[in-house]
Every structure is written in C-alpha cells, then in structure tokens.
C-alpha cells in the first residue's frame, strides 16, 4: 500500500450547484485519516497535490481549500503557492500566538486568502480568533455542531465573510442554511469525499536533506544543479510542481538548470522544506523507489549514448538530453501527455522533434534508450549504427 498515495477531495458548491472549490482532506499510506501530526498532514496534502497528482487534473482553475498548521504559517512555504489558486482554512484546534496573527496578517496584505474551519458562537472561540475576523473571507460551520437558532437571537461577527455550511446530510439542511444567509454548501447531500489514489513518485528523505544543506551553504548554482542531476525523482516533483503554480517558470526552458535558475534558491529552499514537513514523522521505512532507480537509469543511459557518440559533446547537448529525459519521465511516470507538456513547456523545436517524431541525434538516443530499455537491443543497434555504436 504505501506504494501508493491518496488524498482526499470533496467539492464546495454555491446555491445554483455550481461548484466553487474543493477541500482536499489529508489521508495517510492505508487512505485512512489518522493525523498525528497536523504539520505533516498539511505538507503531506501539498505533495501529494502539487508534486505528484498536479492541479490541472485535480482542482483546475478553481480554489483548493487546504487544511493549515499555525506552524507552517511561520516559514516562507506559503509565499512559493500562488494566492489566486489557495484557500487556507484555519482550524478550529489551532493554537494561535501572537507569531501566528502576525502571520495571517502579512499574508492576507499580499493577497492570501484565509478560511475559519468549525466557526462557532462559543466564546472561547471568540477570544481565540476574533483578532483575525479582519482578515478571513470564508467561515465555515459544521451544521451538526452549531445551534442554528444562535445566527437569530445573537450578533452575527461572521455578517461581513462569506459563509459555507459544511456536513450538509439533507436537502431542510441546505435549505434553512440558506434562509440565513450561507452562499456556500459542503457535505454527502452534494457529494461524498471522493478518494484519489495515485503511484507514489517520491524522493529519499536523506536525498531531500542533501541538496537542503546544500542550499543552507549557500552552494554555488552549478553545485545545486549538479546535485539535481543525481536525483532524478527529485527533478520530476519539481517540474510537476511548478507546472502546477507557476507555469511561467518553465514555459520554454532548455534545461533543468534553467528551470532551478528562475524559481531560484530562496524559494526551492522553502519547496524542499515542504517535503521535509511531508516526511517527518512517518512510520514508513523510507526505501529507494523502484520508480527513481528507473528514472536515474534512463538518464544515466541516454547521457552515456551522448558521450559515445559525440566525446566532446557541449555542456547545452548534454543539458538537452537530460531535459529530453525527465519530459518523457513525465510522461512516463506522472502520466502526463506529451501534448499538454508542450502547451506549457513550448520547448525548442530540436527537443519537440527529439521527443515526438525521434529526429536527429537527440532522438535517436532517446528511441535507442526505449530500445533498451525493452531489452531489444537488436533495434536500438539499428538506431545507433549509424553513429558506429555495437550491442557490446
């Protein structure tokens, strides 16, 4: 099982069904929900979502609602997700100190949005989080947990936030909800939580760890790029990632180098924190991946074809068949189609035909490689006798 990840979606809907965003619920290696740590399960919920799954296929152009730790509120994480797509909802257990308000303060100013999860009229509710009422757009209530007589005999602090009732089990529900003034639905009369089960794509901790201290170091750019070549996994969740949020970073790259120099240290050394968050804690014995030793093998046999063929091939051929590689991992094994990487990549022409058609020398390595690859080494010699490359 715990080769598999699995994450939860449950949609959010407005009075005309329409649906406005989906809240995505943590689940564990068995798709159980058991939360022992509330900051794993919040990273956990990023990974899956954004490294591996990706927002196209899973929540598109709507709003994610995510389930948020104070802690996480405290580091820089939040500044590499783009505000437009998020929702981060602010549980009710949550502990909140004055680092935490400053927080939620700063980045609601730069456009974040904030939800309360389980709202309440309780007034220990109010003390808690009553100095961020300024700052939430959304409150949720639970309609099992909350006196629907206290919105009419009490005064309404939630009257200037858009309210979403959740656990709505009948359609009275919805209805008296309605009355009230809630614009917004959640709960099994709309639609179950419906499980998403994924193949586990995941990088070693340790692996993570290494080029996180290289960054601490303040490692040279070339010595963090050469480092990502080693971790080919690694590379794969950081093209999903940013192919999810900021597809600008990507659009018309040529090299992995390239795609690392624009998101930039400040902000990979905070994507690499969320994976660290999204390990600690977990029980699971942290094995190589059968799917990285796959990857770090085709790359390391197209670039192993590319010194055969050309010896003194440039720093570009090589950083070409190395991007040549991870796009058809992607493909391969995050099921991406070529097509729609091309709508957001707009790679080079050699690299588009390489890819597609297996023209010129960059394609036919990589047709030679699937060869390979097959244990047909009989047609990868055909592609490569050319270039005077034997079986042997």
């Given at each position: 099982m715990h080769n598999n990840l699995h994450l939860a979606r449950q949609p959010i809907l407005d009075r005309n069904d329409t649906i406005i965003g989906y809240e995505?619920?943590?689940?564990?290696?068995?798709?159980?929900?058991?939360?022992?740590?509330?900051?794993?399960?919040?990273?956990?919920?990023?990974?899956?979502?954004?490294?591996q799954i990706g927002s196209e296929s899973s929540f598109g152009e709507i709003s994610a609602f995510i389930n948020t730790d104070g802690p996480l509120l405290l580091t820089d994480i939040l500044r590499t997700l783009p505000k437009?797509?998020?929702?981060?909802?602010?549980?009710?257990?949550?502990?909140?100190?004055?680092?935490?308000?400053?927080?939620?303060?700063?980045?609601?100013?730069?456009?974040?949005?904030?939800?309360?999860?389980?709202?309440?009229?309780h007034p220990e509710y109010f003390d808690t989080f009553a100095p961020l009422f300024p700052f939430i757009?959304?409150?949720?209530?639970?309609?099992?947990?909350?006196?629907?007589?206290?919105f009419n005999y009490l005064p309404n602090p939630y009257g200037q936030m858009k309210l979403i009732a959740q656990k709505v089990e009948f359609y009275e529900m919805e209805e008296a909800y309605e009355a009230l003034g809630f614009e917004y639905f959640q709960g099994f009369y709309f639609a179950h939580a419906h499980l998403i089960t994924r193949r586990r794509i995941d990088p070693q901790y340790m692996d993570v760890m290494s080029i996180f201290s290289l960054l601490q170091q303040d490692a040279t750019m070339e010595d963090i790029c050469d480092a990502f070549k080693e971790q080919s996994i690694l590379t794969l969740q950081l093209f999903q990632f940013l192919r999810s949020v900021h597809p600008e970073y990507i659009d018309g790259i040529n090299s992995v180098r390239e795609m690392i120099e624009r998101f930039g240290k400040n902000a990979l050394m905070q994507?690499?924190?969320?994976?660290?968050?999204?390990?600690?804690?977990?029980?699971?014995?942290?094995?190589?991946?059968?799917?990285a030793v796959f990857a770090q093998n085709r790359v390391n046999t197209m670039l192993s074809l590319m010194y055969k063929i050309t010896p003194d091939c440039t720093d570009k051929q090589?950083?070409?068949?190395?991007?040549?590689?991870?796009?058809s991992l992607l493909e391969g094994l995050l099921n991406i189609p070529m097509e729609a990487l091309f709508q957001t990549l707009h790679p080079s022409e050699e690299i588009e035909d390489a890819l597609l058609t297996h023209r010129g020398v960059l394609g036919r390595i990589y047709a030679a490689t699937l060869k390979i690859e097959s244990g047909d080494l009989n047609g990868a010699t055909i592609?490569?006798?050319s270039f005077g490359i034997t079986p042997d």
């Amino acid at each position: 099982m715990h080769n598999n990840l699995h994450l939860a979606r449950q949609p959010i809907l407005d009075r005309n069904d329409t649906i406005i965003g989906y809240e995505f619920f943590y689940r564990n290696m068995f798709g159980e929900c058991v939360i022992d740590d509330p900051r794993h399960a919040t990273a956990s919920v990023l990974v899956n979502l954004l490294n591996q799954i990706g927002s196209e296929s899973s929540f598109g152009e709507i709003s994610a609602f995510i389930n948020t730790d104070g802690p996480l509120l405290l580091t820089d994480i939040l500044r590499t997700l783009p505000k437009e797509k998020f929702v981060f909802e602010l549980s009710a257990s949550m502990k909140p100190n004055p680092r935490i308000y400053d927080a939620i303060r700063y980045y609601h100013s730069l456009g974040y949005r904030f939800a309360l999860d389980n709202a309440s009229f309780h007034p220990e509710y109010f003390d808690t989080f009553a100095p961020l009422f300024p700052f939430i757009e959304f409150a949720k209530f639970d309609v099992n947990q909350t006196d629907i007589e206290q919105f009419n005999y009490l005064p309404n602090p939630y009257g200037q936030m858009k309210l979403i009732a959740q656990k709505v089990e009948f359609y009275e529900m919805e209805e008296a909800y309605e009355a009230l003034g809630f614009e917004y639905f959640q709960g099994f009369y709309f639609a179950h939580a419906h499980l998403i089960t994924r193949r586990r794509i995941d990088p070693q901790y340790m692996d993570v760890m290494s080029i996180f201290s290289l960054l601490q170091q303040d490692a040279t750019m070339e010595d963090i790029c050469d480092a990502f070549k080693e971790q080919s996994i690694l590379t794969l969740q950081l093209f999903q990632f940013l192919r999810s949020v900021h597809p600008e970073y990507i659009d018309g790259i040529n090299s992995v180098r390239e795609m690392i120099e624009r998101f930039g240290k400040n902000a990979l050394m905070q994507w690499l924190l969320l994976l660290i968050y999204s390990k600690s804690g977990t029980k699971a014995i942290d094995e190589k991946n059968s799917h990285a030793v796959f990857a770090q093998n085709r790359v390391n046999t197209m670039l192993s074809l590319m010194y055969k063929i050309t010896p003194d091939c440039t720093d570009k051929q090589l950083e070409n068949i190395h991007l040549i590689a991870m796009l058809s991992l992607l493909e391969g094994l995050l099921n991406i189609p070529m097509e729609a990487l091309f709508q957001t990549l707009h790679p080079s022409e050699e690299i588009e035909d390489a890819l597609l058609t297996h023209r010129g020398v960059l394609g036919r390595i990589y047709a030679a490689t699937l060869k390979i690859e097959s244990g047909d080494l009989n047609g990868a010699t055909i592609l490569l006798k050319s270039f005077g490359i034997t079986p042997d």
